[in-house]
């Protein structure tokens, strides 16, 4: 899996710095509904073989496309939340 997510212009999930601006690829493993301070939030856990990250769009109960098992790139800022590393609305492009 990191053979098929590897370029120099992407960032490793395992290797990402914090509150910086990151692009990342990798596949959905999870992809849930958990609302958020009584706001929709469509949740998902990105997988790249370096590591994991929960992915959240706010006010989104879902999103054509965004389903366990696609492969997908994301670019936003990471942070932590309750020790969890997250990006909230990243800008998103679906692979094929």
Same mark, same amino acid.
């Given at each position: 899996?990191?053979?098929?997510?590897?370029?120099?212009?992407?960032?490793? #999930? /395992? *290797?990402?710095? !914090?509150? !910086?601006? @990151?692009?990342? &690829? /990798?596949?959905? +493993?999870?992809?849930?509904?958990?609302?958020?301070?009584?706001?929709?939030?469509? !949740?998902? *856990?990105?997988?790249? =073989?370096? %590591?994991?990250?929960?992915? #959240?769009?706010?006010?989104?109960?879902?999103? =054509? =496309? #965004? @389903?366990?098992? +696609?492969?997908? !790139?994301?670019? /936003? &800022?990471? %942070?932590? $939340?309750?020790? $969890? +590393?997250?990006?909230?609305?990243?800008?998103? *492009?679906?692979?094929?």
């Amino acid at each position: 899996m990191r053979r098929a997510y590897a370029d120099d212009a992407l960032d490793k #999930i /395992g *290797e990402a710095p !914090e509150r !910086e601006q @990151v692009r990342l &690829r /990798g596949t959905l +493993r999870t992809v849930t509904l958990r609302p958020r301070g009584g706001v929709p939030a469509l !949740e998902a *856990e990105l997988y790249d =073989g370096t %590591g994991t990250l929960t992915v #959240i769009w706010l006010g989104r109960r879902r999103i =054509g =496309g #965004i @389903v366990p098992g +696609r492969s997908l !790139e994301i670019r /936003g &800022r990471i %942070g932590r $939340h309750d020790g $969890h +590393r997250i990006i909230y609305n990243p800008r998103y *492009e679906l692979m094929p």
